[in-house]
């Protein structure tokens, strides 16, 4: 997703700043655009490209930036744009990948106002929010949150309870969710189709702020938090005609080392029946981090076959960023 300023929401899909109660023009000026270089041989370069652009939050007087963590990934450059017009070099701090968050530090001072966290517990369905991207009220989506529900990622992902959002932002990396208080409560990371009556519609899964507090600290000293990392299987896994299945694999890693193979159906982990793509995720975290060894019972052909795959920690197949 390529982030960029040439179009506008058109007015009756802008908030209006006089039926808020805080001043969205300050809240906005929080918002930055976030673009990233990604070597050509990076890890994650074939699925996520090597050019990203998004979104991010000023969320301290120093000018830390937080952001969804796939814009800046692996990249070897980051450049971080104002709404002042003020560009300035940033450096790719932190990824956690357990909650997808993402963390940027500008090289230089910049100018613009930090936006107050608050805490997504207090979110709601039915509320009115903004959904803000960096560009002023043009960039700014009148929403509401649709939902609160547990979310499952293929790349083995797990949010124990996203925030989804109606209608969508079309550019949704890194996007701020504003409450009615003028407060951050989320970071956009996903464009979804959601169910309204027996309508879909899209809409946007954020990662929701309350995720950030136990974390900051070390992803500010340490680059990611310091705790033991998960259990990581290189694969994609998504739910197909009730079954789970293996839609893909992660070049060298643990899984395609070990003879999963694509299109296999997971049955069980260590000998315990598999009820989903989140179950999957979880049984496989619950064994151990990452090193454990993985029993899996996958279908294959018509055949029923065990194999034993060591999992590894998916920081290591990353590249480092670059000290400044």
Known sequence: ???NRDWAFSPDKQPRADELAYDLDAALDAMV???AEVPADAFTAEVLGTERAGYGVVIRPDGLVL???YLITEASTVWVSTQRGQVVAGHPLAFDQATGLGLVQPLGRIDATPLDLGSSATCAPGDEVVIAGHGGRAHALAARISDKREFA???EYVLDEAIFTAPAHPQWGGTALIDEHGLLCGIGSLLVQELAGNTTVQGNMVVPIDLLEPILDDMRKYGRPQRPPRAWLGLYAAEAGGHLQVTGLATGGPAERDRVQQGDLIIEVAGERVKGQADFFRKVWRLGPAGVQVPLT???AG???RLAVR???RADFL??????
């Open 153 to 155: 990622g293929a790349w």
């Open 319 to 324: 590249k480092k960023p670059y000290l400044h």
């Open 311 to 313: 999992s590894g920690d």
């Open 303 to 305: 055949d029923v076959l």
């Open 33 to 35: 655009l976030l673009r």
């Open 298 to 300: 996958v279908g294959r």
């Open 67 to 69: 952001t969804i963590g």
């Open 1 to 3: 997703m390529a982030a």
